[in-house]
């Protein structure tokens, strides 16, 4: 009768064993799960610090609301993006700037507009639709608004619910990025989130 206790004992530390095992793989898996999450937040709060550290050494800053411009309701011709300098900033000559068009589908360079100053400039370019504060040269000085006109080549990021990003960047200098969303329905003059 002995033997039976014995090796009912044995048994019963087996599944505590087993028990145990369970508990530690558990704990291992939602250790785990804390970590991925701690470290994507973390990567989220790092990715937004950089952002804001870019756009704080950038030379040039957005200086009122984005608009698009569109001649159908099926996507946006023009990106009209208000710029100025950024307080305590050399003046800038706005030929030397460059200006990347950036959505999930696809990246361009848009090439700058000749003449500079332009309304509306062609497809894949961009230019110089309005100054204010500004005297006649090109280049951006402190106390001036320029309002840029951004025409992409490829517009499938510039239909509904798409998202893009415009980067304006001076020679030499930070660049701005300036992101954007296109809402549901496309008018002759849309506003961007």
Aim: aromatic share 8%; proline share 4%.
């Amino acid at each position: 009768m002995s033997t039976s206790n014995s090796s009912d004992a044995g048994f019963t530390g087996l599944e505590a064993a087993i028990v145990l095992i369970a508990f530690v793989v558990v704990a291992a898996v939602f250790g785990y799960v804390v970590l991925t999450a701690g470290i994507l937040f973390s990567e989220e709060s790092r990715s937004t610090v950089h952002q804001g550290i870019q756009e704080a050494g950038s030379s040039v800053t957005l200086t009122g609301a984005v608009y698009g411009v569109s001649n159908t309701h099926e996507y946006i011709d023009f990106v009209i993006i208000p710029v100025a300098l950024t307080a305590g900033s050399e003046p800038i000559d706005i030929t030397t700037a460059s200006v990347r068009f950036i959505g999930s589908t696809h990246k361009e360079i848009v090439a700058r507009n000749v003449p500079l100053m332009d309304v509306f400039p062609e497809r894949g370019k961009w230019s110089v639709q309005e100054r204010f504060n500004a005297d006649s040269d090109s280049l951006l000085e402190a106390g001036e608004q320029y309002v840029l006109n951004i025409s992409p080549n490829v517009r499938t990021d510039c239909m509904p619910d798409k998202s893009f990003a415009v980067e304006i960047k001076p020679a030499g200098r930070a660049a701005l990025r300036v992101e954007k969303t296109v809402p549901g329905s496309i008018d002759r003059i849309t506003f961007l989130n």
